[in-house]
């Protein structure tokens, strides 16, 4: 069975400041991974996602993750965060082969970021 | 723009009394997706349906059920809500055509007095 850990519940950062959000996760077989973004009382947004290929990912509001197979981590970075990145953050990996794409997600991050 | 669309956003129903979820599509996917959000947890997959199939998790509740009438709508019934039910419930969808990536709607928050 596959699980996903994200090392850290909580993480206070001050607006510039560069963040990484911690996954990793354990699968015996390739997997699919994604990052999602939920605002207070708002859906999952998606953030990126690794599918195959470059092992580094890249969103279109600064966040980049890199995907490594040998350490199954997959964390999340931004180099300067702003006050609108606050939200909490899901790491979620799909195993590659299900026929309908079952995601199963770590318990989340809450990135605050402080002026 | 194409979509998910969950109604109501926020739901208030009293303790045993049914209450029906709805959500609605405008991406024509396949696969329709119902979670369970309860406060500072991951999302929990309660079921989906590929097409007009129905797959239940193992641990979701008999009181939980899902109704697909066409591609575009799916509705969650909670047949005797609990307390415990009370939750952010997020519908979902996806196509195998794009990775089965997955597209979420805005949620429905429930309350249960």
């Known amino acids: 069975a596959q699980s996903v850990t994200q090392l850290d519940s909580q993480v206070p950062v001050f607006e510039e400041a560069p963040v990484e959000l911690r996954c990793n996760y354990s699968?015996?077989?390739?997997?699919?991974l994604f990052w999602y973004v939920q605002y207070p009382n708002q859906g999952l947004q998606l953030l990126l996602k690794y599918l195959s290929g470059s092992t580094l990912v890249e969103s279109i509001n600064g966040f980049e993750a890199e995907f490594n197979k040998s350490q199954t981590s997959f964390h999340l970075r931004k180099p300067s965060v702003h006050i609108s990145d606050t939200a909490e953050y899901f790491c979620a990996v799909r195993t590659g082969g299900t026929s309908y794409g079952k995601l199963t997600f770590g318990q989340g991050t809450i990135l605050t970021v402080h002026p | 723009d194409a979509m998910v669309i969950q109604n109501p956003r926020y739901q208030v129903t009293q303790f045993g009394k049914p209450v029906t979820l709805s959500c609605s599509q405008t991406?024509?996917?396949?696969?329709m997706y119902w979670y369970q959000q309860k406060s500072s947890q991951a999302p929990k997959l309660l079921f989906h349906y590929y097409d007009k199939d129905f797959n239940n998790e193992a641990d979701t509740p008999d009181n939980f059920q899902s109704r697909r009438p066409n591609t575009s709508f799916c509705f969650l019934d909670i047949r005797s809500p609990g307390l415990g039910d009370a939750a952010m419930y997020l519908c979902?969808?996806?196509?195998?055509?794009?990775?089965?990536?997955?597209?979420f709607g805005p949620g429905t928050r429930l309350t249960v007095t």
């Open positions: 991406l024509n996917h396949n696969v």
């Open positions: 699968s015996s077989v390739s997997v699919y």
């Open positions: 979902a969808t996806s196509n195998p055509g794009t990775a089965y990536e997955q597209y």
